[in-house]
């Protein structure tokens, strides 16, 4: 079937799927439905050939499995997929973040510096609105209060008259249209560092708040969260996790557990674990940032104060590369600011993908269950083998790393996040921390950390043989494959690329599901084009909405509101 035919029919499958999901009262988004598609495809166990066409009854048989699936509202799993989903949806790097946000504030500047670089003004009347275009574009590009607010705009125009008086708008109107945006981007840094400057001094500032202070009290709030969460997702994983090592030495246990699907609330907990760490790491390098920034504005004041003083004129050539420095440094408090808002509002929203462990899992049945059971933390776990290294005369083939000989030891990428393959595989899914000081195992330049080491030799003898385990059980359970970063296994089958999975994802369950087998470059979903409202390249690589808040720097009213925006292009956009 040609790409084009094939990407119409899938298109109208994810269509379907979300039409029955709506008519269920459940309303899903095309991103969620692609991903489900791909798991009930991969699951073995559904019996979808990869080598044929599909005719209309496995069309049907899979929009049925799909939505059964998705209105499963008592399944760990799909709580587990739908939250890898909205963490690649809103989440990427800070630089990506940081890149799109301005490029999104320039273009909300886009129109009102063309009002000013095009306008052809002659008449006093035609230059003085002029002037006063320039004053609010000075005010929204600095985000400092709103161009409405008088006593705001009297000051903007104060410190504006200060170095760019209103008679040389005529020499300004001569320049070309690229040297005209450029001074006024440099004339609303000089401005901006001149209210900051004035500010400090206790001398001006109107609407400008303490965004250092603000910034400063909001950090320890939401790492004291997250550090919360954090512990509350840890002791859920280590009272799962013992649990399931008692199961695994009583097939009777086993059984009666079975419906509980105890594995699966391990990983939707041991994923939300992981997604609030990155997060973390984030707010980390926020407050890293402004601790920075923070020493730096301190100092770039004291020596605006050494070099004014008393005195009643200084050299522009001194002062107003400070002010246009002052004025960077606000507009990177002011990203920060963003940014921190963005992870809170994200930490807030994983929490919504945990309902299922106290519907399944009530205190009373985990006591229970913890009956004559050592939980153990992953620390525990780990120091318990620290002394049980691998012993290289053991090996001739196989290359072992250790802390002491390796360089950059600790910044090895370590397969499974750092779980045991061995354990994992011979466990039917049973995720233990891997210890990194029994030795690490290099294998196809791939690098492997085991429980214990009886566990390491076992996985040494025959490496290829676990890790094709733990595929066939990433098929099972679809959220293995972002859990334990499996994505690279999957290319073969699924096409996928390093820009994300959602460009993919849809083509790949083609109608011929043996184009599963080959990397194929056609796509179902227009390339990115803006996306704000997102943070970091994730790992699951589905699509990110492309969304910004509008508001979060300057406005038209005293009081900012953020307005969400949604840009995402529709789905038959071509």
Excluded at 421 to 435: E, I, K, M, V
Aim: aromatic share 8%; with cysteine.
């Amino acid at each position: 079937m040609p790409p084009t035919q094939a990407e119409s029919v899938i298109k109208n499958i994810i269509r379907e799927i979300g039409q029955e999901c709506a008519a269920h009262g459940d309303i899903v988004s095309e991103t969620l439905v692609a991903f489900m598609v791909k798991a009930v495809v991969l699951d073995p166990s559904n019996g979808f050939n990869m080598d044929r066409t599909l005719i209309k009854s496995d069309v049907q048989k899979l929009v049925k499995l799909c939505v059964s699936r998705l209105l499963d509202s008592k399944n760990p799993s799909l709580d587990t997929i739908k939250m890898q989903v909205y963490f690649d949806m809103n989440y990427t790097s800070r630089e990506e973040f940081l890149e799109e946000h301005h490029r999104v504030l320039e273009s909300r500047l886009s129109s009102v510096s063309r009002e000013i670089t095009d306008n052809r003004a002659c008449a006093r009347e035609e230059l003085e609105s002029l002037y006063r275009k320039v004053v609010s574009y000075v005010l929204l590009r600095s985000g400092l209060g709103s161009p409405t607010d008088i006593k705001i705009v009297r000051e903007a125009t104060a410190a504006l008259q200060s170095v760019f008086p209103q008679a040389e708008l005529g020499t300004f109107l001569t320049l070309s249209k690229k040297d005209k945006e450029h001074q006024l981007k440099e004339l609303s840094m000089i401005v901006t560092g001149i209210r900051l400057f004035n500010r400090d001094c206790g001398k001006g500032g109107e609407g400008i708040d303490d965004l250092p202070a603000i910034i400063h009290e909001a950090i320890p709030a939401i790492t004291q969260h997250i550090d919360s969460q954090l512990q509350i997702a840890q002791d859920q994983a280590y009272r799962y996790t013992a649990i399931l090592e008692k199961v695994t030495k009583n097939p009777l246990m086993s059984m009666e557990l079975q419906p509980y699907m105890l594995k699966e609330a391990l990983y939707n907990v041991r994923q939300y674990e992981i997604f609030l760490q990155i997060i973390l790491s984030d707010i980390i390098t926020c407050a890293q940032e402004v601790e920075m920034m923070t020493k730096q504005l301190g100092a770039q004041l004291e020596q605006l104060k050494m070099i004014v003083k008393s005195k009643t004129a200084v050299p522009t050539s001194q002062v107003f590369p400070i002010f246009i420095s002052l004025s960077n440094l606000w507009t990177s408090f002011q990203d920060e600011s963003v940014l921190i808002s963005v992870l809170s509002s994200l930490t807030a929203h994983l929490e919504r993908f945990l309902g299922t462990h106290e519907v399944l899992f009530p205190e009373k049945v985990i006591q229970d269950l913890l009956e004559e059971v050592t939980v153990k933390t992953d620390v525990c776990r780990i120091k318990e083998h620290m002394e049980d290294k691998v012993h290289l005369v053991d090996f001739r083939k196989q290359e072992w790393l250790f802390p002491e000989t390796t360089a950059n030891f600790d910044k090895l990428l370590i397969q499974y996040r750092g779980f045991c393959p061995y354990t994992f595989a011979t466990t039917d899914g049973l995720l233990l921390p891997g210890n990194p000081a029994i030795g690490i195992l290099k294998h196809k330049e791939k690098y492997y950390t085991f429980n214990n080491r009886d566990a390491a030799y076992s996985f040494a003898e025959n490496p290829e043989n676990y890790i094709d385990i733990i595929k066939e059980k990433a098929k099972k359970n679809a959220e293995l494959i972002q859990l334990l970063e499996l994505h690279q296994q999957f290319e073969t089958l699924i096409p996928y690329s390093q820009a994300n999975l959602h460009h993919k994802v849809t083509h790949s369950v083609q109608t011929n599901l043996s184009h599963m087998r080959r990397e194929n470059s056609s796509q179902v979903y227009p390339a990115k084009d803006v996306g704000t409202q997102s943070l970091r390249e994730g790992s699951t690589r589905v699509p990110r909405p492309q969304i910004y808040i509008a508001g979060l720097r300057g406005g038209q009213t005293k009081v900012t509101k953020g307005v969400k925006v949604n840009l995402t292009r529709a789905v038959d956009e071509t």
